[in-house]
């Protein structure tokens, strides 16, 4: 069954402080994967989008690396500010029978910088 | 900057109504999804749309659901006989390619009572 694990659940850090988040899937066949920003009621916002040749992508304070061996990725944060407190989303994409994949959602990080 | 727009904000509706929610994708994007979110746990795919069709969906989207693109801007979700576990955030999503970045509206949040 295709599914998309994160760990941990919730992380409390104080602002400043690093941070890394981890993500497994059992996606197949494996297309690309995302990780997602999502602010309390607002829709998810794309941070960053590796295929399977990508291992690492970067945007801005935020690190994104990915090991289709081992079919892990992990989200780095880098000095984090008050305003990275949210949902953090790990998504992969899928294709099957040649038509347009789906994005299956993990539960999501949440994060908590506090000051 | 480009986004996708979704109304209402916040839907009431009584258990058994017909709902319509209303997404504008991005203008030169191709696909067109649905996803939920029940409150406390995971987003979850409904539906894709391209070139004036279903090119997928999951178990969820029975036969309450459709969607329907009535002209060249909008993207509908209707929901003929609402339900109270319907209730939940429903966002529209819109992508250029199938395997492009897809990018997200506010949602709308359907309560049904």
């Known amino acids: 069954k295709n599914q998309v694990e994160q760990s941990p659940q919730s992380l409390i850090i104080l602002e400043g402080k690093n941070c890394t988040l981890q993500?497994?899937?059992?996606?197949?066949?494996?297309?690309?994967l995302r990780w997602y920003k999502q602010d309390t009621g607002r829709g998810p916002v794309s941070l960053t989008i590796m295929t399977f040749s990508e291992n690492t992508k970067s945007n801005g304070r935020y690190t994104a690396t990915l090991d289709a061996d081992t079919k892990q990725s992990s989200l780095h944060i880098t000095a984090s500010q008050l305003s990275d407190s949210a949902s953090y989303i790990c998504?992969?994409?899928?294709?099957?029978?040649?038509?347009?994949?789906?994005?299956?959602f993990g539960k999501g990080t949440k994060l908590s910088v506090k000051p | 900057e480009p986004e996708v727009t979704q109304t209402p904000s916040h839907q009431v509706t009584q258990m058994g109504q017909e709902v319509i929610l209303r997404c504008v994708p991005i203008s030169n994007h191709l696909y067109f999804y649905w996803y939920r979110q029940i409150l406390g746990q995971k987003v979850e795919f409904l539906v894709s749309f391209y070139n004036n069709e279903i090119s997928e969906k999951s178990e969820i989207f029975d036969d309450q659901f459709s969607v329907e693109r009535p002209d060249g801007s909008n993207f509908t979700l209707k929901i003929r006989s609402t339900k109270l576990e319907d209730s939940a955030m429903y966002f529209c999503a819109s992508s250029l390619e199938s395997r492009a970045e897809a990018f997200f509206g506010q949602g709308t949040r359907l309560t049904v009572v």
């Open positions: 993500c497994n899937y059992t996606v197949s066949p494996f297309s690309n």
């Open positions: 998504v992969v994409s899928w294709n099957y029978g040649g038509s347009q994949g789906n994005l299956i």
